[in-house]
């Protein structure tokens, strides 16, 4: 099992950027694909960005490619999220997500959860 922590949530003006970070627990922690999730007031939880055990191979959601980073440092059991030139439509709760098997972009695949991070970006 792995448990995932958060942080680095905060309100940001439109343009401006952030990074999120993930801790994970758990000693086997390169052996999980990790993702960023997020989820906006009354919308679905959606996938934005997802990175393979060894980092090698990485996917994101078509509409923040090109803007948002993600990379993880598998020795220190962390993930982060790079995000830049912020948009008010990327405003939403973000999340950190974990499945022990290989990269995937689909929410309901992962099977453990942080407890997310709000993102408010300002116009």
């Known amino acids: 099992q792995v448990q995932l922590v958060e942080s680095g949530g905060r309100l940001v003006q439109a343009g401006g950027s952030l990074r999120l970070s993930c801790a994970a627990s758990g000693r086997t922690f390169s052996r999980y694909a990790m993702g960023w999730f997020r989820q906006a007031p009354g919308k679905e939880r959606e996938f934005v960005a997802a990175i393979s055990g060894s980092g090698s191979g990485t996917a994101y959601l078509d509409s923040v490619k090109g803007r948002f980073t993600i990379s993880r440092d598998n020795a220190k059991n962390m993930v982060y999220l790079q995000l830049n030139s912020l948009k008010p439509e990327d405003t939403a709760v973000y999340y950190c997500?974990?499945?022990?098997?290989?990269?995937?972009?689909?929410?309901?695949?992962?099977?453990?959860w942080g407890q997310g991070t709000q993102v408010t970006v300002s116009s």
């Open positions: 997500a974990g499945r022990n098997t290989g990269l995937a972009t689909t929410t309901a695949l992962y099977a453990y």
